[in-house]
């Protein structure tokens, strides 16, 4: 290992363990999907409001945490993050007394606003943290943790609540607890080593040298169409992303598998699989647009498998979709925000924007499985995953010199 790879150990352990919270957050949202059917008895399509509510936050707060993370710098954006985290998680413990579903999304929603912050510092972080052609490898070596941790959520809620006997005050001292550990998080990475850093051209008085021409060039964000194009990308990717994450515990329950809340460790182990093998290959022997690329195609081919397979097979092969959407995620994000320079921390909010993707695709998912069958509702993810093909074999190379 290098001097420079030593540098990067200590900041890479912090930023994976906040990936880590990111994936328990929006781990909780799978666990709620199946248990909040019952706790509120509403249908399929209401119950995925839950994931609505935490990924609408993405649209809200995409923008205003670009002009938090610009003034407070990462770490201090991160650390905001936390609270505001730990504010919402709190305020599911009076939704739960008051049996009040509204109350439960707002509560959600909040915590969502944490998530966004929290997700645009990091994610920009690892970025920049090192050469751009690894970028990849490193996000997806943070996606370990945060998948790890997403399926997790499940498993730990489930000490306390118990899908087969529905009780909404169970939810009381989970979530007293959860919002409690964040604070004291947010406190301990206050004190952490984890140095501000730039991207070349981010800082307004580096020379021309250290910038290239294309970002000096631009007078806006939205000249950078490989950017707006990544948004897109973003959209589609975390809608089939978290379609898969969210819809395997509600689709093994549907079909009354033994212990539903344990089927989204076959898409999260699938995911943490793909991961490994983004971090091993990229980019010794393959560059991160041809393993967007591949992604697409397996996805594809999965997606088509899983709507023709008897559900009690089919159900596995939602597994082999989270191998196949591992890599989205790495790819996508580091092509979006190249050559940003000044604009970088901008590029990062904007392409938060699009995680609302997670909101939209998951409820049309819900409502499709509400009308027809699980099976057939996962036709939402073919449209998204022809998108993201066109953005690795073009769109992320798309460049103006206006």
């Given at each position: 290992?290098?001097?420079?790879?030593?540098?990067?150990?200590?900041?890479?352990?912090?930023?994976?363990?906040?990936?880590?919270?990111?994936?328990?957050?929006?781990?909780?949202?799978?666990?709620?999907?199946?248990?909040?059917?019952?706790?509120?008895?509403?249908?399929?399509?209401?119950?995925?409001?839950?994931?609505?509510?935490?990924?609408?936050?993405?649209?809200?707060?995409?923008?205003?945490?670009?002009?938090?993370?610009?003034?407070?710098?990462?770490?201090?954006?991160?650390?905001?993050?936390?609270?505001?985290?730990?504010?919402?998680?709190?305020?599911?413990?009076?939704a739960?007394?008051?049996?009040?579903?509204?109350?439960f999304?707002?509560?959600?929603?909040?915590?969502?606003?944490?998530?966004?912050?929290?997700?645009?510092?990091?994610?920009?972080?690892?970025?920049?943290?090192?050469?751009?052609e690894?970028?990849?490898?490193?996000?997806?070596?943070?996606?370990?943790?945060?998948?790890?941790?997403?399926?997790?959520?499940?498993?730990?809620?489930?000490?306390?609540?118990?899908?087969s006997?529905?009780?909404?005050?169970?939810?009381?001292?989970?979530?007293?607890?959860?919002?409690?550990?964040?604070?004291?998080?947010?406190?301990?990475?206050?004190?952490a080593?984890?140095?501000?850093?730039?991207?070349?051209?981010?800082?307004?008085?580096?020379?021309?040298?250290?910038?290239?021409?294309?970002?000096?060039?631009?007078?806006?964000i939205?000249?950078?169409?490989?950017?707006?194009?990544?948004?897109?990308?973003?959209?589609?990717?975390?809608?089939?992303?978290?379609?898969?994450?969210?819809?395997?515990?509600?689709?093994?329950?549907?079909?009354?598998?033994?212990?539903?809340?344990?089927?989204?460790?076959?898409?999260?182990?699938?995911?943490?699989?793909?991961y490994?093998?983004?971090v091993?290959?990229?980019?010794?022997?393959?560059?991160?647009?041809?393993?967007?690329?591949?992604?697409?195609?397996?996805?594809?081919?999965?997606?088509?498998?899983?709507?023709?397979?008897?559900?009690?097979?089919?159900?596995?092969?939602?597994?082999?979709?989270?191998?196949?959407?591992?890599?989205?995620?790495?790819?996508?994000?580091?092509?979006?925000?190249?050559?940003?320079?000044?604009?970088?921390?901008?590029?990062?909010?904007?392409?938060?924007?699009?995680?609302?993707?997670?909101?939209?695709?998951?409820?049309?998912?819900?409502?499709?499985?509400?009308?027809?069958?699980?099976?057939?509702?996962?036709?939402?993810?073919?449209?998204?995953?022809?998108?993201?093909?066109?953005?690795?074999?073009?769109?992320?190379?798309?460049?103006?010199?206006?």
């Amino acid at each position: 290992m290098s001097t420079s790879q030593r540098t990067l150990v200590a900041p890479l352990m912090i930023i994976g363990s906040m990936f880590g919270v990111l994936g328990f957050a929006l781990g909780i949202n799978a666990f709620f999907i199946p248990f909040v059917q019952k706790a509120f008895d509403i249908s399929i399509t209401m119950s995925y409001l839950v994931m609505t509510a935490t990924f609408a936050s993405f649209v809200v707060f995409g923008l205003p945490s670009g002009y938090i993370i610009k003034k407070a710098g990462y770490k201090g954006g991160m650390i905001l993050a936390f609270l505001i985290m730990a504010v919402g998680f709190y305020l599911i413990a009076p939704a739960a007394k008051h049996i009040n579903f509204y109350l439960f999304l707002i509560a959600l929603f909040i915590s969502g606003m944490g998530q966004t912050l929290l997700t645009g510092a990091v994610n920009t972080y690892v970025s920049i943290l090192g050469p751009g052609e690894s970028a990849a490898a490193r996000i997806a070596g943070m996606g370990i943790c945060s998948k790890t941790f997403y399926a997790l959520a499940s498993l730990l809620l489930s000490l306390f609540m118990d899908l087969s006997n529905v009780h909404l005050e169970d939810t009381i001292l989970p979530f007293y607890i959860i919002a409690g550990v964040l604070v004291l998080m947010g406190v301990m990475y206050y004190f952490a080593p984890l140095p501000e850093i730039k991207a070349a051209g981010e800082d307004e008085t580096d020379s021309a040298s250290e910038v290239s021409a294309y970002a000096n060039a631009k007078t806006s964000i939205l000249q950078f169409p490989h950017l707006l194009l990544g948004v897109a990308a973003i959209f589609f990717d975390v809608g089939v992303e978290y379609t898969a994450l969210g819809s395997i515990n509600d689709y093994a329950a549907f079909l009354g598998l033994p212990s539903p809340q344990n089927y989204v460790w076959f898409v999260s182990g699938g995911m943490v699989l793909g991961y490994l093998i983004g971090v091993m290959f990229i980019p010794k022997y393959i560059s991160q647009g041809k393993a967007l690329l591949v992604s697409t195609i397996a996805a594809i081919v999965v997606t088509i498998a899983i709507m023709i397979f008897p559900g009690k097979v089919s159900v596995y092969l939602v597994g082999l979709l989270g191998l196949a959407n591992a890599l989205l995620w790495p790819a996508i994000w580091p092509l979006a925000i190249a050559d940003l320079g000044k604009f970088t921390k901008m590029g990062s909010s904007f392409l938060v924007t699009g995680i609302i993707g997670g909101a939209f695709l998951p409820l049309l998912f819900g409502y499709i499985a509400d009308i027809a069958s699980h099976q057939t509702a996962y036709v939402v993810c073919l449209p998204a995953y022809f998108f993201i093909m066109y953005y690795s074999l073009s769109g992320s190379k798309i460049r103006t010199g206006k």
